[in-house]
């Protein structure tokens, strides 16, 4: 779990870096901050199983075994990417991995994820499907009527919500009554888990829980992490400057970093050494550094494809 | 005398086939197992393949879109059934922004083989919300397909040919053509869904049409004959996309075009034909071709003012006379001496 978070951190923080070049030219939401619950979560998923996710999707997708070069191929438009250049980073996708796709209008995968558990159904398969979300999708109608189906089918389905406070930068508190987001889950049926998303363990213990009732065929769960977003919404950069959030609330938050905490656990507890630490550090560059390679040197996609993949040929 | 079945036969014949054939197609919507069974289409369709294959829903028109999306993209064929194009409204989410884009923005790792039947209400007091005819919004989206059956037999060829298909597709049933009856071969067959048809070939002036206007264009052209006119009448099938050859190639032999769609005129889906028959077929044209639809007014309830709503086959043919600059005149319309026109055929009673 440590490696996967610092590999996600590592890879947004390049990102970031890199973005300024101007040379990925998509929108771009990076989950700095919001490392824990993908690798929490993942850490409980067979290949086979299956995850949806929204815009903000780098940790998901990388989590559960997406392919790097593909996905930085994807950001710099190539043809290589892991969507041939047409989705960017709103629209990850690795088939091999289970990483069924991503989409940025909130709520709108947690339908097709469910659906993607009812055909598992269907077909007599175990695979349990994990459908990321922040606070905003809770507030869709769809949330709702995706939460209903699949708890009236107690379909193996893991509803996580990473609620980050923001829905881009409207606060939670003027968009939701008093009441926790995991309370919605009785209201469809089934059980609601919450707890510190900053905590890799706690996610751990969290996700493992929820997968298991899914597997077991015990129905779906709502799994609501408590984290925090440290860029903008979309981009490279602090926002501080924009006033919607306040210097002290954003420094709480950075002093619950879940890649240090849970680094100083391990390190505490003599699971991790200093110099463990700076080899899983300089293996992860050196990966970076072949993908951002990989992508740059790929081609961009010819003329000939703006029409491709219209229509099933 | 070939076998003859009335359209919602013909539905509901193709569904029990592509159910009997592909263990992945399923069927799912409000009322799909319900005791009247979507104006007979689905009706016993649950007892015949059981309830793994035929569902009810839960009235969640937008997730249960995506729900069988999910399924379709895990290698289901799932065909969703909804009583009105009204509620389908609802669904416009995962159709526009999900379905009609995952093969596509995905690079083609997916595929979104669902099949989305809408019925378009007509008369009784459907009004504003229960008779709208939107394929021109559905027209609009690119990886969609919209088909508009009006014979029996297309209507079940067509169903089974969406079903079959890659990409998903919108199927626009309109409730006037339920009850007609015609040949329909009882094995599984396919029509195209990028094929208009020439149902009645003619010289002096083409009257393409959408669906039920198609019948409607049928019987302008029997008043146009009576006028020693020759209309062809070409049944334009699908509306996404557009079959233009066949439009172009009939323009070019009879000079005069006309174009009826059950939709909203503005904007439509006549619109789209004549614009594109007019880039593509200008130089055949004699004269300005005319588009006939629904005046932009949503549709009122009471029968006074409906019946003022609905263009008719005089409508069409008065048209014609124009765009061939004709000054004969029609002779007075005595063959219909119903108080109101608000249902198809007096077979038709409230409330449906």
Not at chain 1, 115 to 137: H, I, K, L, N, S
Not at chain 1, 290 to 302: L, R, T
Not at chain 2, 285 to 308: E, N, Q
Not at chain 2, 324 to 342: E, H, I, M, Q, T
Request: aromatic residues 8%.
């Amino acid at each position: 779990m440590y490696r996967q978070m610092l590999r996600i951190r590592l890879v947004e923080e390049r990102i970031g870096v890199l973005y300024a070049e101007q040379e990925m030219r998509c929108p771009t939401h990076l989950c700095i901050g919001q490392e824990a619950p993908p690798a929490g979560i993942s850490a409980h998923l067979r290949r086979d199983d299956l995850v949806f996710s929204g815009h903000r999707s780098h940790g998901h997708y990388l989590a559960k075994g997406g392919d790097l070069k593909g996905m930085l191929a994807e950001l710099y438009g190539r043809e290589t990417g892991c969507a041939a250049g047409k989705g960017g980073s709103q629209h990850l996708i690795d088939l091999d991995c289970g990483f069924m796709g991503s989409a940025p209008i909130l709520a709108s995968t947690i339908s097709v994820g469910v659906g993607a558990a009812w055909a598992a159904r269907m077909d007599g398969r175990d695979q349990v499907v994990v459908v990321y979300f922040g606070d905003g999708a809770t507030e869709e109608g769809t949330f709702h009527e995706a939460l209903n189906f699949a708890g009236t089918f107690k379909l193996a389905v893991v509803f996580v919500c990473e609620n980050n406070l923001y829905s881009v930068h409207s606060a939670l508190d003027i968009r939701q009554p008093n009441r926790p987001i995991h309370s919605l889950a009785a209201a469809h049926g089934m059980i609601g888990l919450h707890g510190d998303g900053n905590d890799a363990d706690v996610v751990w213990r969290l996700g493992g829980e929820a997968v298991a009732r899914a597997r077991a065929g015990e129905g779906p769960s709502i799994v609501e992490l408590a984290t925090y977003r440290w860029r903008e919404h979309c981009g490279p950069n602090g926002d501080l400057e924009l006033k919607y959030r306040s210097d002290a609330e954003f420094a709480e938050w950075q002093g619950r970093d879940p890649v240090r905490i849970y680094r100083d656990r391990l390190v505490g507890e003599g699971l991790l050494t200093a110099a463990a630490d700076a080899t899983m550090t300089a293996e992860i560059e050196t990966e970076m550094a072949d993908a951002v390679s990989f992508a740059k040197e790929s081609p961009f996609p010819a003329p000939e494809a703006l029409a491709r993949f219209v229509y099933p040929s | 005398m070939s076998r003859q079945l009335r359209y919602f036969e013909a539905l509901r014949e193709a569904q029990a086939q592509l159910l009997a054939t592909d263990p992945h197609t399923y069927l799912i919507g409000l009322g799909v197992p319900g005791p009247t069974g979507i104006f007979g289409t689905t009706k016993g369709l649950q007892e015949e393949f059981g309830a793994h294959r035929v569902f009810d829903m839960p009235s969640s028109e937008n997730a249960m879109t995506g729900v069988a999306l999910g399924t379709a993209v895990m290698g289901k064929r799932p065909i969703i059934v909804h009583m009105r194009v009204d509620f389908a409204v609802l669904s416009m989410e995962p159709l526009v922004n999900q379905a009609a884009k995952w093969h596509y923005m995905y690079g083609g790792k997916l595929k979104a083989p669902l099949t989305v039947r809408m019925i378009i209400g007509r008369g009784w007091g459907q009004g504003p919300q229960h008779s709208q005819s939107l394929q021109a919004w559905f027209g609009h989206v690119p990886g969609l397909k919209v088909v508009m059956p009006t014979t029996p037999h297309d209507a079940k060829g067509m169903l089974i040919a969406a079903s079959r298909d890659d990409a998903p597709v919108i199927v626009l049933e309109h409730r006037w053509l339920y009850n007609i009856a015609g040949p329909v071969p009882e094995e599984p067959y396919e029509v195209p869904l990028d094929k208009a048809a020439i149902v009645r070939p003619g010289r002096d002036v083409t009257l393409a049409a959408t669906s039920y206007m198609t019948l409607e264009s049928l019987k302008a052209a029997d008043m146009l004959a009576g006028l020693g006119i020759s209309a062809e009448v070409v049944d334009l099938r699908s509306v996404s996309p557009i079959d233009i050859a066949t439009l172009v190639q009939s323009v070019g032999r009879t000079r005069h075009f006309i174009v009826s769609d059950t939709g909203q005129e503005s904007y439509g889906v006549g619109a789209e034909v004549l614009a594109a028959v007019s880039e593509k077929a200008f130089g055949s044209l004699a004269a300005a071709p005319i588009r006939i639809g629904l005046p932009h007014i949503p549709t009122p309830t009471t029968p006074a003012l409906a019946d003022l709503y609905y263009p008719l086959a005089r409508d069409i043919a008065r048209a014609a006379l124009k765009t061939l600059g004709s000054n004969r005149a029609l002779p007075p319309d005595d063959s219909d001496p119903r108080k109101w026109k608000d249902v198809p055929d007096p077979s038709f009673t409230g409330p449906y």
